[in-house]
Structures are given as structure tokens and as C-alpha cells.
T-cell receptor, first 115, second 114 residues
Framework: AQSVTQLGSHVSVSEGALVLLRCNYS??????LFWYVQYPNQGLQLLLK??????LVKGINGFEAEFKKSETSFHLTKPSAHMSDAAEYFC?????????????FGQGTTLQVKP | SQTIHQWPATLVQPVGSPLSLECTVEGTSNPNLYWYRQAAGRGLQLLFYSVGIGQISSEVPQNLSASRPQDRQFILSSKKLLLSDSGFYLC?????????????FGSGTRLTVV
């Protein structure tokens, strides 16, 4: 079964510092991986996804993630944090296939950005 | 547009009362629809999904049920709420053709059972 683990439920960075949110996956087949962001009391918004092809994926708001098969990782990064990046971030993997495939989410990481 | 409408945005209900949360979606027809619950410190838990009218799959045993009476309508219900049903409920649909397009989420309903 496919699953993801997010390392660190809370991450705190200073404004302008590098953001690194960690996600490791477990999958018996080539995975499809996603990062979503959730602002307080809102739904989730897709940041980026990896399906096939280039392993470095660029998303919205300056975020990017790199698929590393050897490390079973899909860490999310941003070179310089903004105050507006403070939110909860979820890594997800597709479990199953075809019309019954489902997104399985990690536990989430809350990003705090300090001025 | 794959817009999702959820209401109400917030709800406070007493223990033992019934529940009905409604989700309607726009966009392509015959979407896959999903109900997730987000409880404090527990991430996102998939509760139900539906691949068509009247077709409901339950992911976890619980006090809730779901129905899909129309192609673009997905309802989450309970006959008698428990304190443990409190949480943030999110409706989602597939964003495009196939699961690899990911999901589009509604804005959620914050349910507090008192």
C-alpha cells in the first residue's frame, strides 16, 4: 500500500530563510506525488505534483520539490520564505489505480514564518 | 471550472442531534467525489468516496454515512452526532481526467459537537 510520512509536524523559519518540508513515501509502484497547502479555515490548494518525467517539479508561489527515488523522498523547498507562506502543508500519494485510486495524505506540517 | 460549494461554513450541534452537510460541484460530469475529515493533530482522513450516482465506498467504520443522489451532489449525514465527530470536513472532486490530476477541494465546514 502506498503511504507518505511527513517529518516534523511544525517547522519554524525566519522571513527570507530557506524553507524545507520533508516527505518520504512508501510505494510498491512508481508513485504519483503531490504537495498541497492549506491556509487557516480554508480548503486545500495544489502546490505541485510529480507524475513522470523531470524529477524537479516547480509549483506555485516559488515552491519546488524533487523526486528522489533512491531516497524515497519528495521534499518541498522554497529559497526565501515570505510571511504569507505560513500555512499547513500536506504531502500526498496516490493509492490504487484507475477510477478507484485515492489520494492518501500525510499528517501535515505547519509552517511558521517569523519576522 | 471545477468549483466546489460546501455549506454551511461553520456549524455547532449538540450531541445526539442529526447532521447533514451538502457539497455540490461544477465542471465536468461524472466526477469522483470525496469526503475528508480533518481532526486536530490527525491530518486528513478519507471518509467516503463515490465514483457515480448511488455508489458510495466507506473507508473507515464510523457514525457517519454518505449519499450521492445526483451526479454533482454529495451529502454527509449522521443520525446522532458524537463528540468525536467534531472536525473540519472537506469535500473534494477529481480535478481532471484521471487520478493523476489530483483533487480540487471545497472550502470546508467546521463542525463542533457540544
Amino acid at each position: 500500500a502506498q503511504s507518505v510520512t511527513q517529518l516534523g509536524s511544525h517547522v519554524s523559519v525566519s522571513e527570507g530563510a530557506l524553507v524545507l518540508l520533508r516527505c518520504n513515501y512508501s510505494s510498491s509502484v512508481p508513485p504519483y506525488l503531490f504537495w498541497y497547502v492549506q491556509y487557516p479555515n480554508q480548503g486545500l490548494q495544489l502546490l505541485l505534483k510529480y507524475t513522470t518525467g523531470a524529477t524537479l517539479v516547480k509549483g506555485i508561489n516559488g515552491f519546488e520539490a524533487e523526486f528522489k527515488k533512491s531516497e524515497t523522498s519528495f521534499h518541498l523547498t522554497k529559497p526565501s520564505a515570505h510571511m504569507s507562506d505560513a500555512a499547513e502543508y500536506f504531502c500526498a500519494v496516490i493509492h490504487g489505480s484507475g477510477n478507484t485510486g485515492k489520494l492518501i495524505f500525510g499528517q501535515g506540517t505547519t509552517l511558521q514564518v517569523k519576522p | 471550472s471545477q468549483t466546489i460549494h460546501q455549506w454551511p461554513a461553520t456549524l455547532v450541534q449538540p450531541v445526539g442531534s442529526p447532521l447533514s452537510l451538502e457539497c455540490t460541484v461544477e465542471g465536468t460530469s461524472n466526477p469522483n467525489l470525496y469526503w475528508y475529515r480533518q481532526a486536530a493533530g490527525r491530518g486528513l482522513q478519507l471518509l467516503f468516496y463515490s465514483v457515480g450516482i448511488g455508489q458510495i465506498s466507506s473507508e473507515v467504520p464510523q457514525n457517519l454515512s454518505a449519499s450521492r443522489p445526483q451526479d454533482r451532489q454529495f451529502i454527509l449525514s449522521s443520525k446522532k452526532l458524537l463528540l468525536s465527530d467534531s472536525g473540519f470536513y472537506l469535500c473534494a472532486r477529481n480535478s481532471g481526467t484521471g487520478i493523476i490530476s489530483g483533487y480540487t477541494f471545497g472550502s470546508g465546514t467546521r463542525l463542533t459537537v457540544v
